[in-house]
Structure formats: structure tokens, C-alpha cells
């Protein structure tokens, strides 16, 4: 039985992805620095800048999902990702696996219209131009045919369970369930798009199962259309018994906040992503594995139950 290795045990698409893997029987092995056991999983420990630490979490793997997460830092980053990078490349070239490494939008920078798998690559925040980087690791074994590797973007996430990697998760979903008014960033009045985490989880087996979509990158499934900041936030106090108004946050405010927060002085270059609007197309993926995207209004009610339970 194929093993599938997932780099980045605790994160928030490995609880996505885990049950899809043990519903298909799949033979799963979880790494992370302390990995949380997982009754009929394997765990192991690793630290991925270290290169023999990282071969043997990977070593024996059919498939490899790249899903850790660093801290948001474009200085952690620079250090970081390309020794990461680096170390798994190696390791799975080492075992013969095939690696799916989830990424963000970051790398397209500024886009008019929607952003599809031909989007050029045009980065303008230093974390874009790190991911830029890293990817040109990745596409240097896609051309030479060292390694199997796909390439899957997805947008910021939403969905039961998320909260302190999503801005809807801890601006909508947190606030209204405090009986607060919803937030949002910048422009509630353009459309952005945000990915439903369970379908991230569905979407990346679906490309594992699939040789030929490797040494491709794909966009990962997202509904059409996509909803505005007031229509998200509407829909989510729909499901939360909250009022339909929603408090849009100035790019001023990440400014001011940033001379005492680091992590809003870090966000604050990616804001360019809510000023006019930031749509993803996934028809390439739909049409070619025959995925439907949960519509926003199912997903949407589905992470406000949670939210409402927990």
C-alpha cells in the first residue's frame, strides 16, 4: 500500500486532509517537530532544516504533502523556506516520492481579472518574492524531470475550525459568535475570494490519485462567484442570528498598528489583495477531475454551526 506523507502534521489542512486519506484506506504517516498522534497513523518528529531529519521522515513515501507553516514573517521566510525547500526536494527525490506542495497566491502580485493557472508570476511583497523562489526550486526538477511535483494554490482560508489563520475565521466567524460586529479588510465592496478548507483536503487526494497532473501547477477548487466582504459577512450572521452590517478596516490602521504589532506590520503589504478585489478561477481543476467546489452558502453555514458549537 502507497504511504502518504504529510510534512506539517498539526496544520490546519492536514485536519482536512487526514480524514479524506483514512476514509480511502490510505497508509498515512504525520511529521512535525511534536506530532500529535493519530490512532492508526505513524507520527515521526522532524525538524525540516535539518537534512537527514527530513530524509528519513519522507524516506519509504509514495506521496508527500508540503503543507507546513511558518511564522508570518517575510524574515523567517527568507531564512527558512528555501533550506525547507531544499531538504524535501532532496528527501523525496531520495525515496522516488511525488510531492504536492500547497501554496498561496502571494507569487501573482497585482492581477486584473481573475487569476487562473496562465497568471504570470509578477510578486510585489517581499513574502511573493520569496515564494517565487522557492517555486523556481520546484519548477528546476519539473524541467528536468527530477521529480514529480505539482504546484497547488489556494486563497486564504475559511471553514469549521479555522480561526487563527483567517481573517474571516477571527473577523467574521469569532466576532459574531461574540454577538459583535463582523470586520473585514480595506474594501467590503469587491469580490474575494476565499477557499473552503474541506475542499483544499478533497482536492489535494484528488490530485495524488492522478500521475498526470503532476509537474503542472493547478488552482485549487473556490465557488463561483465570488462574494464581496458585506455579502460574506451577511451570509455568515445569516447563520449566526448577527446583524448584516459590517466594519471595514482602513489600510491606515495596519500602518499605525504595525509600529507595535509585528504580525499587522507583516500584513500589511498583502492588503493590496482586499483593496480592488481578488478572484481565483479553478475551472481548469473542476472541469479536468470533475470537482464541484462547495458553494459559499453551504460552507459558509457549515463553519458558522461550528462556531456556534465550539
Avoid at 487526514?18 to 493519530?38: A, D, M
Wanted: glycine fraction near 8%; proline fraction near 6%; charged fraction near 20%.
Amino acid at each position: 500500500m502507497k504511504l502518504h506523507t504529510i510534512l506539517g502534521a498539526n496544520g490546519t489542512i492536514t485536519t482536512q486532509l487526514l480524514p479524506v486519506l483514512q476514509h480511502h484506506g490510505e497508509n498515512i504517516r504525520l511529521v512535525s517537530r511534536h506530532p500529535k498522534p493519530v490512532a492508526g497513523t505513524e507520527t515521526r518528529s522532524a525538524d525540516f532544516l535539518d537534512a537527514e531529519q527530513t530524509r528519513l521522515a519522507v524516506d519509504g513515501s509514495a506521496i508527500v504533502y508540503l503543507l507546513v507553516g511558518l511564522e508570518y514573517s517575510a524574515k523567517v521566510w527568507r531564512r527558512d523556506w528555501p533550506v525547507i525547500m531544499r531538504n524535501v526536494i532532496a528527501a523525496c527525490k531520495a525515496a522516488q516520492a511525488q510531492l504536492i506542495f500547497l501554496d498561496s497566491l502571494y507569487t501573482y502580485g497585482r492581477v486584473e481579472g481573475a487569476i487562473t493557472e496562465a497568471t504570470p508570476t509578477r510578486p510585489v511583497s517581499e513574502k511573493g518574492r520569496i515564494l517565487v523562489e522557492i517555486e523556481s526550486l520546484l519548477l528546476a526538477e519539473r524541467h528536468s524531470g527530477g521529480l514529480p511535483a505539482i504546484i497547488a494554490k489556494a486563497s486564504d482560508f475559511y471553514g469549521p475550525g479555522v480561526v487563527e489563520k483567517s481573517w474571516s475565521g477571527s473577523l467574521v466567524f469569532s466576532r459574531l459568535k461574540k454577538k459583535q460586529t463582523p470586520q473585514w479588510l480595506v474594501n467590503a465592496r469587491v469580490p474575494r475570494t476565499y477557499t473552503y478548507t474541506p475542499d483544499i483536503g478533497r482536492a489535494l487526494y484528488v490530485l495524488a490519485q492522478h500521475p498526470e497532473a503532476f509537474h503542472q501547477t493547478w488552482i485549487l477548487p473556490v465557488a463561483s462567484p465570488t462574494l464581496t466582504g458585506q455579502e460574506f459577512s451577511a451570509l455568515a450572521a445569516k447563520y449566526m442570528q448577527g446583524n448584516g452590517k459590517v466594519q471595514v478596516l482602513p489600510k491606515w490602521l495596519f500602518s499605525l498598528l504595525g509600529l507595535f504589532i509585528p504580525f499587522m506590520k507583516e500584513a500589511r503589504e498583502m492588503l493590496y489583495q482586499d483593496e480592488n478585489g481578488y478572484v481565483l478561477d479553478s475551472t481548469r481543476f473542476n472541469q479536468t477531475f470533475g470537482f464541484t467546489p462547495t458553494p459559499y452558502e453551504e460552507g459558509i453555514r457549515a463553519t458558522a454551526e461550528w462556531f456556534l458549537k465550539n
